[in-house]
């Protein structure tokens, strides 16, 4: 199963929207609304912030939003705060006991 | 809110046994599916498999002959171990918590782990 494709980095200023994009097929990203965005400091354990395509789990902010469309979600950012700088990355069910998910990607509030 | 935490040894030799436990603390055991993913260096994540309360379980079938896991309802612990490690099974090995066809909604913070000679 291959990875799902997310760009490396992404960045923005404060206060700005910075849109992440996470790209499979129709195996996974594309056949199922079953995807997840999660955010990570390294050495800290993942924090999910979008499941199912676009809803957020309690607590987390609204600045944070997914969509999707055919094969490629996406999580955007809105409003960038510095505590937003951090790797993100995509998750999705791929059928059967398959699961797949992005490589990350780097966001920088500049 | 849950909290899992995980421990075991992070540093092995080729041909040894990786070993890892995965404590729940904080909510129910049931109802969930306990689960074991990797990162090697670079690459994303890999799903390992997972396992209920009540012990049924699902393994990557690339790993499937190496891997095994098992749970202690009991203690709201579960277990992964992979035999036979290579230099390619490196990597930040992480447990979480999962929902019917959902990745996972909670982790653990991973654990290191470098296969070296």
């Known amino acids: 199963q291959s990875a799902l494709t997310q760009p490396p980095s992404a960045s923005g200023s404060p206060g700005q929207s910075v849109t992440i994009s996470c790209t499979g097929s129709s195996s996974d990203v594309g056949g199922y609304n079953y995807v997840s965005w999660y955010q990570h400091h390294p050495g800290e354990a993942p924090k999910r912030i979008i499941y199912e395509v676009s809803h957020r789990p309690s607590g987390v902010p609204d600045r944070f939003s997914g969509s999707k469309s055919g094969n490629t979600a996406s999580l955007t950012i809105s409003g960038l705060q510095a505590e937003d700088e951090a790797d993100y990355f995509c998750g999705s069910y791929a059928g059967g006991n398959n699961f797949v998910f992005g490589i990350g990607t780097k966001v920088s509030v500049l | 809110q849950v909290q899992l935490q995980q421990w075991g040894a992070g540093l092995l030799r080729p041909s040894e046994t990786l070993s890892l436990t995965c404590g729940v603390f904080g909510e129910s055991f049931r109802g969930y599916y306990w689960t074991w993913l990797r990162q090697p260096p670079g690459e994303g994540l890999q799903w390992i498999g997972d396992?209920?309360?009540?012990?049924?379980?699902k393994v990557n079938p690339s790993l499937k002959t190496r891997v095994t896991i098992s749970v202690d309802a009991s203690k709201n612990q579960f277990s992964l171990e992979l035999t036979s490690v290579t230099a390619a099974d490196s990597g930040i090995y992480y447990c979480?918590?999962?929902?019917?066809?959902?990745?996972?909604?909670?982790w653990g913070q991973g654990t290191p782990v470098t296969v070296s000679s």
């Open positions: 979480a918590r999962s929902l019917f066809l959902e990745t996972p909604d909670s």
């Open positions: 396992i209920t309360h009540s012990g049924t379980t």
